[in-house]
């Protein structure tokens, strides 16, 4: 499995930014693909997750309402549309994926599959 993301800039607080995650090497299925960010000096942290076949999608409290996850079949790629950008959005994101039945959607540590991560810096 190979995850590429990309996607990450500069935007001011209360603009947007979309990231892409294509998926290769595999039929995503029965996978789940989640988005995980960390901040300089912290901890990793969850995102956002979504079954790869639809239905279900996860967020973060932090995030809920203005992130959206989401994904193009046809691409094999999987999206974070970040609204309303906070300067606290600030952090590397990434894009992992594991299978439906690896454990918990919200820990990352359940998560095999790692793309390289992208920089999304949100200035005040």
């Known amino acids: 499995v190979q995850l590429q993301a990309s996607g990450g800039g500069l935007v001011q607080a209360g603009g947007s930014l979309r990231l892409s995650c294509a998926a290769s090497?595999?039929?995503?299925?029965?996978?789940?693909m989640g988005w995980f960010r960390q901040a300089p000096g912290r901890e990793r942290e969850f995102v956002a997750a979504?079954?790869?076949?639809?239905?279900?999608?996860f967020y973060a409290d932090s995030v809920k309402g203005r992130f959206t996850i989401s994904r193009d079949n046809a691409k094999n790629t999987v999206y974070l549309q970040m609204n309303r950008l906070k300067p606290e959005d600030t952090a590397v994101y990434y894009c992992a994926s594991k299978t439906l039945y690896g454990g918990s959607n919200y820990d990352g540590q359940r998560y095999p599959y790692w793309g390289q991560g992208t920089l999304v810096t949100v200035s005040s």
């Open positions: 090497g595999r039929t995503f299925g029965s996978y789940v």
């Open positions: 979504m079954y790869w076949s639809g239905g279900s999608t």
